[in-house]
């Protein structure tokens, strides 16, 4: 798909919509459009969003298990010096954040940003390459960015906010939890128990709410930013193109950290006991 085969309006919709599939009026199909993809329901499922999830988070168990693998006590390969690299980071960052104790909390702070930074890092590849393929292939859409999917970033929030909730009534059982929202902030007095009860659900929903909008945002601005250099002159892509792709691998890093370290946090919040 070129920028002279569709205008510019059409070329950034075109970018910017997915493969959408399911089951409409037609029985089982992809959507051309995002009008048609709205009718196919709410079990439509964007399936270049879930393939590269997969395909990403595949490729980082195999890799990791791998120089797991074939790690040594002697000078280590590159492979492994930067696998352990990783380790220590995300070790560091636990240790720095979570208070209690808990097994589940380093490998789920490791898979999230290894996770996350592999799927922010499709974003660096050329804009029309993968759409090109896609179109190759007889697919009209394809994004190839998982995290500029809001239903992604939401899925892996509320896959943290479930386990917030785990861990909350496992720690502090169903009465202090519920406690918890009742009695804070403004204390025991009966009459502002409602309002307490507002403020902490508030506070509560906004979490995963948080977690999801924030790095579908910024992702999907990054990716926006792409869509426009490409829409410019050759000769002016290259030239903003590159300094922009390196601006967004801090970005690209900077959001798998914060998603990784708030999801630390809110597990550590859910572990403390309020008196």
Known sequence: MTTEALTSTEYIKHHLQNLTCGIGDGGFHCAHTPEEAQGLGFWALNVDTIGVSLVLGALFLFLFHRVARKATAGVPSGAQNFVEWVVEFI???????????????????????????LMNGMDL?????????????????????????????????????????????????????????????????????????????????????????????NMYAGEMVFILIALLPFYLQ?????????????????????????????????????H
């Open 238 to 274: 290259w030239v903003l193109s590159l300094p922009w792709a390196i601006f967004h691998i801090l970005i690209i890093t900077l959001q798998a950290f914060i998603f990784m370290t708030l999801t630390i946090v809110y597990l550590d919040m859910a572990h403390q006991e309020h």
């Open 125 to 217: 590849i050329p804009i029309d390459w993968i759409p090109s393929v896609a179109q190759w292939m007889n697919l009209n859409h394809f994004k190839a960015v998982p995290t500029t999917d809001v239903n992604a970033t939401i899925g892996m929030a509320l896959g943290v906010f479930i386990l917030v909730l785990f861990y909350s009534f496992k720690i502090k059982g169903a009465g202090g939890f519920f406690g918890e929202l009742t009695l804070q902030p403004f204390g025991k007095f009966i009459l502002l128990r409602p309002v307490n009860l507002i403020l902490e659900l508030i506070n509560l929903i906004t979490k995963p709410v948080s977690l999801a909008l924030r790095l579908f945002g």
């Open 91 to 117: 070790d560091g960052s636990v240790r720095g954040s979570f208070a209690a104790r808990n097994d589940l909390v380093a490998p789920l702070a490791m898979t999230i940003f290894v996770w996350i930074f």
